[in-house]
């Protein structure tokens, strides 16, 4: 299991560089071991994956946090709509930043079990940029190809989709894969005290809102999410 400042995004220690990404990307190591092997069963059929992101820090995710609440980077409705953050109340501005980003603290991204995936053929010539949208996931997108060998084949090698559909929290995110061994026993550790305790020290912009309203918030962005489907056959769960 993690320390507790590994698993609210303190340090890095838990994770390691991955070979064949970018020089950014880390996860922890059993992680790492089970997308190699899912990257290369995907390569024999002509499948390919990059990550576009994996271990996140809580400082990182303080300055995506800040700048969404500042008004430096575009905030959006759940449909995709730009939203003018200076008419907003402090309330709808967290729950317009949660639905497409986590609370410092409390992202997936800190554990170094879950990442971000695309198709990194699609973007080689340097056409277009990747955007993280569910569009380059759907059919007639760059990274559908992709999504549909990983929709029948990334639990073999023990990942999952925590935000596989929208349930009134986070936003659908058919980028985001989890490494269900370790993130869920993750998950289960956050403990809402502990985190309470986290963003009291480290200030982040609402802070005074974020705290009064964190156990609404845990329940709707933290601990709601779309769990694995087991069979029997399944065994790395167990
Ligand atoms: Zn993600």
């Known amino acids: 299991m ?10 890095n220690s838990h994770t390691v560089l991955i070979a064949g990404e970018a020089d950014t990307i880390r996860l922890v190591p059993t992680a790492a071991e089970a997308y190699l092997y899912m990257q290369d069963a995907a390569a024999q059929v002509g499948i390919h994956m990059a990550i576009a992101s994996g271990f996140r820090s809580f400082a990182r995710q303080r300055l995506i946090w800040n700048k969404k609440f500042n008004g430096e980077t575009p905030l959006y409705t759940i449909h995709g709509d730009l939203l003018n953050t200076e008419q907003l109340a402090v309330g709808e501005i967290v729950e317009a930043i ?40 759907e059919d007639g997108g760059p ?43 993750c998950q289960n550790a956050i403990d809402i005290d502990t985190l309470k305790d986290l963003l009291a020290t480290q200030t982040i912009a609402g802070q005074a809102y974020v705290l009064d309203q964190l156990t609404e918030i845990k329940h709707r962005y933290i601990d709601t999410i779309c769990l694995p489907e087991l069979t029997a056959s399944d065994t790395w769960f167990g």
């Open 143 to 185: 990274c559908y190809k992709l999504h549909q060998w990983l929709q029948q084949h990334a639990r073999d090698y023990g990942f999952f989709f925590p935000y596989a559909r929208y349930q009134g929290g986070v936003a659908a995110e058919p980028w985001h894969l989890s490494y269900a061994p370790l993130a869920l026993p």
């Open 98 to 137: 949660l639905t497409w980003s986590a609370l410092p603290g409390a992202s997936r991204h800190h554990w170094g079990t879950d990442f971000d995936l695309y198709d990194p053929t699609a973007f080689a010539d340097g056409q277009r940029r990747l955007q993280l949208v569910p569009a380059e996931y």
């Open 2 to 11: 993690l320390t507790t400042e590994q698993l609210y995004g303190l340090t």
